[in-house]
Every structure is written in structure tokens, then in C-alpha cells.
């Protein structure tokens, strides 16, 4: 009996992730600016929400580089300027992460919040860096991920990344790419889940990244 033909990877999760970060990043210098000091509850909060966004963006992007560049490189000969190009931008945002996460770090131990501004800034400057750099991605190498990689390989791409996830966390993830599917995407997604899987999203699932976010915003 023949071997079912390989789908090829379904490259479409990685823009749902992409437009989670653009929305992130994009909310985050206001989040930053709309602290005051004496709420430390708030503050940890706010604080601790941008930290975890800025740093799964650089495992996101480590990933990609451990993972997707070398088999691109592998079975592309010669490998597209496109691949070195967003190697090197790579670089750029992880230098820019790094210090977004060491003022972040500085600022939750800044009692009169002095850093609020600068920090702000520093997060306008990597949302925009990042918007660059995943249109670039999304235009041209994602195509080359559809063409080259197998649908197996795209998946162990993805298990590394939920892999270094708690459960608590994984909820959250499931549950933010969701909200950032189309209506298109989500009954996609909810095809895939058995009745009582269904029933269990619709009645808890689905709510855990709002909730979070209603948090965040103070609502």
C-alpha cells in the first residue's frame, strides 16, 4: 500500500504566531508608560507579561536558526541571499531583546519607575525592528519552508518550542493563537477537536488568554 503523500508543513501557524507578537509588541510601550509607581502588584504584572512576550520572541527566533536555516541550506544549493539576511537580522533582534529584557529587569527594581520612559522607548524600537523582519520572513521565506521542509520536519520545528512550555503555559499559547486566528482558521482548528475537546475549549480554553489580557489592561 503506498505511503500517504506528505501535506507539507503548515507554514500558516507560524503567521498566526507573528501576528501574536506584532500585538504584543505593538501594546507593549503603552503598557510600560501607564505604570505607577506604588501599584507593585500591577507593575509585576505588566512587567512580567512583556518579559515572557520579548523572550519567547528570541526563543522563536533561536529556534528558527537551531532548526529551519540549516535544512533550508541543506537542500537549496545555493541557499537564497534571503536566508543570510534574515540570519543577520536575527543577530540584530536578539541583541535588541537582550537589552529590552535587562531594562525590563532594571525597571522592576525602579521604586519611582525613572526607567518607564527609556524602556518604552526601547520596546517601540524593537516592535518595529520585529514587524520588519517578520514581513521579510513571511514574503520570502515561508515560501521556501512550504517547498522544501516536509510536513514531519515542520512539526519537530514546533514541539521544541512547546516543549520548554509548562502546562499552564501551553493553555495560554493555545489559547492566545486562537484569538489571533480568523474566523476561517478557528473553525479549522476546532474541527480537529473531538466533541467533548470542543465542548472543553469552548467552556474554558478559549477564555484563558482574554482573561489574561483583561489583567493586563486593568479591566
Not at 536575527?90 to 522592576?108: E, G, P
Not at 474566523?183 to 474554558?204: C, F, G, N, T
Request: with cysteine; proline share 5%.
Amino acid at each position: 500500500m503506498a505511503e500517504p503523500a506528505d501535506k507539507g508543513p503548515a507554514v500558516d501557524s507560524m503567521i498566526v504566531s507573528h501576528r501574536y507578537y506584532r500585538g504584543q509588541l505593538a501594546q507593549a510601550p503603552m503598557l510600560v508608560r501607564e505604570l505607577r509607581a506604588g501599584n507593585a502588584t500591577r507593575i509585576r504584572l505588566v512587567i512580567g507579561h512583556v518579559y515572557a512576550v520579548v523572550l519567547g520572541l528570541q526563543n522563536h527566533d533561536r529556534d528558527e536558526d537551531d532548526l529551519l536555516w540549516p535544512l533550508l541550506r541543506a537542500r537549496i544549493d545555493p541557499p537564497p541571499e534571503a536566508i543570510g539576511r534574515v540570519e543577520n537580522q536575527h543577530h540584530q533582534l536578539s541583541a535588541l531583546t537582550t537589552r529590552v529584557r535587562q531594562a525590563l529587569t532594571d525597571l522592576l527594581a525602579d521604586a519611582d519607575l525613572t526607567m518607564c520612559e527609556p524602556t518604552a522607548e526601547l520596546l517601540t524600537e524593537l516592535s518595529e525592528a520585529a514587524d520588519a523582519h517578520m514581513l521579510d520572513e513571511e514574503k520570502t521565506i515561508l515560501p521556501l519552508v512550504a517547498e522544501h521542509l516536509t510536513a514531519t520536519e515542520w512539526t519537530e520545528y514546533a514541539a521544541r518550542g512547546i516543549s520548554r512550555m509548562s502546562k499552564a503555559q501551553r493553555r495560554y499559547a493555545k489559547s492566545a493563537m486562537f484569538a489571533y486566528c480568523t474566523p476561517d482558521e478557528q473553525a479549522i482548528m476546532l474541527a480537529k477537536l473531538s466533541v467533548w475537546a470542543r465542548l472543553m475549549w469552548q467552556l474554558h480554553g478559549q477564555h484563558v488568554y482574554p482573561r489574561h489580557l483583561a489583567r493586563i489592561h486593568g479591566r
